[in-house]
């Protein structure tokens, strides 16, 4: 499966983006989805993730109450409201092939496939 991130860009703080990921030509019915992001020197971190149905949803704490995951059958959405610096990163999608649609994964090995990223940049 070949993810495809978009919807990055460059915004000052307290501003909104949303990103978008899509497999061209599949659908993600079974398919949890998550985002993760990455800054130069640390480690890929869980942002969002969310489960087949849509029926549960997780978030990191940095993120939560400012950030909405949210999915269709082709398309799985990352809304950002109120961004900060701290949130300057490139995002990830990924994509974990599951039967159950109870649990959302957090842990990157849980993730079967993953987009190329983009970049999102909040100045202060």
């Known amino acids: 499966v070949q993810l495809q991130a978009s919807g990055g860009g460059s915004v000052q703080a307290g501003g909104s983006l949303r990103l978008s990921c899509t497999a061209p030509?599949?659908?993600?019915?079974?398919?949890?989805m998550g985002w993760f992001r990455e800054v130069p020197g640390k480690e890929r971190e869980f942002a969002a993730g969310?489960?087949?149905?849509?029926?549960n949803i997780d978030y990191a704490d940095s993120v939560k109450g400012r950030f909405t995951i949210s999915r269709d059958n082709t398309t799985v959405y990352l809304q950002m409201n109120n961004l900060k610096p701290e949130d300057t990163a490139v995002y990830y999608c990924a994509a974990e092939f599951t039967w159950s649609d109870s649990l959302v994964s957090t842990r990157k090995r849980q993730y079967d496939f993953w987009g190329q990223g983009t970049q999102v940049t909040v100045s202060s």
């Open positions: 969310i489960s087949q149905s849509g029926s």
């Open positions: 030509g599949r659908t993600f019915g079974s398919y949890g």
